[in-house]
C-alpha cells in the first residue's frame, strides 16, 4: 500500500493505504469525488478521461496515481466553474458541442492543452509546415484532437467551438506581435469540412434555461 501526495487544480490531497496499481482516473473519482473526468473505455482509446499533467494532456484511465506525487494535476473542475466558466466552455456550449456530454471534460481538457500547444506552434501529423503549421485548418483541428471519441459524433460543432477560441486567442496574440507566424492566416476557414452558412448557430437560439444545463454539462460534474 502507499501513501502519496496529489495536488490536484491546486488543492492538495494526501492518500494513504493506497493501493499502487489505482488509476489517477480511478482516485479522482472514486477516492477525492471529482466525478467530471469520465471513464469510457477504460483503455486509453476514447480520451473521456482526459486529464492535464504539468499542461500537457494524458489519459488518466492509462497512468498510476502513484506515478504523479508532486505533479501539478488539473481537471475539468480546475479548467472552470458553472459560475466561472473557460473560454472553450463557453464556445462549447454557445455552439451546441454535444449531445450526451459524456466525452464533453475530455473534449474541453484535451483542447485546452491543445491551444497551448499552438500557441507554441507544435506541428502535428498533418502540419504541411512544420515551422508554421495551418492551425485554423480543420483537418490540423480534427487531427490534434484525434484522441477524444465522440459517439454522438457532434465533432462539427466541437471543432467550431474550438475554432472560435483558437481564432480569437491568435488574433490576440498577433495583435501584440507583428511578426506571428499564422498572421495571414487569421480568420480564414478552410480544410475538409466547413459547415454551411445555414448550419450556424447563434446565442439567441438558446434560452436561458437551456444555457444554465449545457453549462452544468460543460462542466461535467453530474455523472
Ligand atoms: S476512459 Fe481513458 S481513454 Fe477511455
Ligand atoms: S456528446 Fe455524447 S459522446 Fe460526445
Known amino acids: 500500500m502507499s501513501t502519496l501526495t496529489l495536488t490536484i487544480n491546486k488543492q492538495r ?7 499502487p496499481r489505482t488509476t ?3 482516485v479522482c473519482r472514486h477516492h477525492l469525488n471529482l466525478t467530471g ?6 483503455h486509453g482509446q476514447c480520451g473521456a478521461c482526459t486529464m492535464l499533467i504539468n499542461g500537457r494532456r494524458i489519459n488518466g484511465c492509462l497512468t498510476l496515481a502513484v506515478m504523479h506525487d508532486g505533479d501539478e494535476i488539473t481537471t475539468i473542475e480546475g479548467v472552470g466553474m458553472p459560475d466561472n466558466l473557460s473560454a472553450l466552455q463557453e464556445a462549447f456550449a454557445k455552439h451546441d458541442a454535444f449531445q450526451c456530454g459524456y466525452c ?3 473534449q474541453i481538457c484535451s483542447a485546452t492543452a491543445l491551444i497551448e500547444e499552438v500557441k507554441n506552434q507544435w506541428p ?6 512544420l515551422q508554421a503549421p495551418d492551425v485554423l485548418q480543420i483537418q490540423e483541428i480534427a487531427e490534434r484532437m484525434s484522441g477524444n471519441i465522440c459517439r454522438c459524433s457532434a465533432y ?9 477560441v483558437l481564432d480569437g486567442d491568435l488574433s490576440e496574440a498577433n495583435a501584440s506581435t507583428d511578426n506571428h507566424a499564422n498572421n495571414n492566416k487569421k480568420g480564414a476557414v478552410s480544410g475538409i469540412w466547413s459547415p454551411p452558412a445555414s448550419d450556424v448557430q447563434t446565442p439567441s437560439k438558446t434560452n436561458t434555461d437551456s444555457l444554465a444545463q449545457a453549462k452544468a454539462q460543460v462542466q461535467g460534474v453530474d455523472a
Open 13 to 19: 490531497y494526501e492518500l494513504h493505504d493506497l493501493d
Open 24 to 26: 489517477l482516473l480511478d
Open 37 to 42: 473526468a469520465k471513464k469510457g473505455c477504460d
Open 104 to 106: 464533453t471534460p475530455g
Open 124 to 129: 502535428s501529423h498533418v502540419s504541411a509546415d
Open 156 to 164: 462539427p460543432n466541437i471543432i467550431k467551438a474550438i475554432k472560435e
